[in-house]
């Protein structure tokens, strides 16, 4: 019996970080949402990319015109 007590917390780590693994490498079935709207934003932020640069490849804008 006064063995198990020091076999107990030594086993407690690897059990623990194994149990930690197994959780991490779960799939995640509620991150379905995420991806779609970062797709959204990276739509959204190429849109607004290619307005700038046809913005200032045809010189309407000067850098002062700009919102910061």
């Given amino acids: 019996m ?3 007590l020091y076999i107990l917390p030594a086993l ?3 059990v623990g970080m194994g149990l930690m693994m ?5 799939p995640k079935h ?3 949402t995420e991806p779609t709207s970062a ?3 990276l739509v959204r932020l190429r849109k ?3 307005a700038l ?3 200032q490849a045809s010189g309407d ?6 919102p910061a």
């Fill in 2 to 4: 006064e063995n198990l």
């Fill in 12 to 14: 407690a780590c690897p």
């Fill in 22 to 26: 197994w959780l991490m490498m779960r």
């Fill in 30 to 32: 509620s991150g379905q």
């Fill in 39 to 41: 797709r959204q934003e």
């Fill in 48 to 50: 607004e990319i290619d």
């Fill in 53 to 55: 640069r046809s913005e």
């Fill in 61 to 66: 804008t000067t850098p002062q015109d700009r």
